[in-house]
Nanobody, 123 residues
Framework: QLTLVESGGGLVQPGGSLRLSCTAS????????IGWFRQAPGKEREGVSC????????NTADSVKGRFTISRDNAKTTVYLQMNSLKPEDTAVYYC????????????????WGQGTQVTVSS
């Protein structure tokens, strides 16, 4: 059974960087297309970025395009989200989960949700 655990969140000043990790257990190499989502207080959960199972296709929401980069290391069964030039509006709990696809835009979530990792951007 696939289990995904998010880590790497924290408090960072505006303009700073963080790298989130989404580590899979219960699988070997191919654990499917994975997406990062976030939920800010009082707002609905939104898709941030996704990556195909082989890592050859990625998609990113317009709100973070040019600042966030998704990547994966299947040997380590980990998907990363590098976040640069962070803004206060990026403050949210970030989640990763399996998605339906990542070839045509951000896929919709098909896996379960974990605890997430809190990202707070504040001076």
């Amino acid at each position: 059974q696939l289990t995904l655990v998010e880590s790497g969140g924290g408090l960072v000043q505006p303009g700073g960087s963080l790298r989130l990790s989404c580590t899979a257990s219960g699988v070997t190499l191919d654990f499917g297309a994975i997406g990062w989502f976030r939920q800010a207080p009082g707002k609905e959960r939104e898709g941030v970025s996704c990556i195909s199972s082989g890592g050859d296709s990625t998609n990113t929401a317009d709100s973070v395009k040019g600042r966030f980069t998704i990547s994966r290391d299947n040997a380590k069964t980990t998907v990363y989200l590098q976040m640069n030039s962070l803004k206060p509006e990026d403050t949210a709990v970030y989640y990763c989960t399996r998605v339906s696809q990542c070839l045509y835009g951000l896929g919709y979530p098909v896996g379960s949700w974990g605890q997430g990792t809190q990202v707070t951007v504040s001076s």
